[in-house]
């Protein structure tokens, strides 16, 4: 039996899984697409601000429970800090993909009692929790709930009761992904549902895109996104980054 079979059974069958997927916010590791146009450190304390905002976006869920799935281990000192006074339980990534990593979370909450598990990543600092509240709704009656991205992967991953077997050989970071998760649900004969599209943060546009949406629904930056309001803010204030400049991947920093 493996380590995450050990793991006791809760009284789960009312409640939900919601499940973080975070790395370490460690310089040099996250956000690398994002450098040079920031530094090594910025681009880390962007990411850091990502998971905390992603953190509280998930205090708004009802009949949750609110796991941080981390990597490279939970014993990392930074997920401590970064679920302090949440009740967030950390618990590890376990896999040589993500797609092994998504299967054995799944398979791990199966085993602790829930009837539904929802996984997200933590580039999406804006996102709604209605879109978390609808997939919910959508595991009432579909074995499995996907939320697209525009880069061709998908935010968010749902599960009722299962831990699908469609996650090999899939060609993770391309522009394919999402596509070829839904032709292997397909293949499995599994009922599904898509959520509405969102957007990832990987790329200097893809901030400049996040600032503005951010100023239109929390221009004083105690909202949505806060936390990553607050450091954009600063980052523009130092000239790292000018928004005004939207071509592709350019930093648009003050000379």
């Not at 909450?109 to 997200?120: A, P, Q």
């Not at 522009?175 to 898509?194: D, S």
């Amino acid at each position: 039996m493996s380590e995450t079979e050990k793991e006791p059974s809760i009284n789960a069958i009312n409640r939900h899984a919601f499940v973080i997927f975070a790395k370490a916010p460690e310089p040099g590791n996250v956000k690398t697409r994002l450098q040079p146009c920031l530094a090594q450190d910025e681009s880390a304390e962007l990411y850091r601000n990502f998971i905390l905002d992603t953190v509280a976006m998930s205090r708004k869920l009802e009949n949750t429970d609110v796991y941080m799935a981390c990597l490279p281990s939970k014993e990392h000192p930074a997920f401590t800090e970064l679920v302090a006074g949440s009740g967030i339980e950390l618990i590890d990534q376990r896999g040589h993909d993500l797609g092994e990593r998504m299967h054995n979370v799944l398979r791990y909450f199966i085993l602790r009692g829930y009837r539904k598990s929802v996984i997200v990543g933590a580039d999406s600092p804006s996102l709604p929790v209605d879109y978390i509240e609808m997939a919910y709704k959508d595991l009432d009656h579909k074995h499995l709930v996907v939320g697209p991205s525009y880069d061709g992967g998908y935010y968010l991953l749902g599960a009722a009761g299962i831990s699908p077997d469609i996650f090999d050989q899939v060609p993770w970071s391309t522009m394919n992904v999402f596509n070829i998760t839904l032709r292997k649900a397909r293949a499995e004969k599994l009922e599904y549902a898509v959520l509405p599209y969102w957007y990832d943060v990987d790329t200097v546009r893809d901030l400049h895109h996040l600032y503005g949406h951010l100023v239109s629904i929390c221009p004083i930056g105690d909202g949505v996104g806060k936390n990553t309001m607050n450091y954009l803010k600063n980052l523009i204030e130092r000239g790292r980054i000018n928004p005004d400049i939207q071509a592709q991947d350019q930093c648009g920093a003050v000379a």
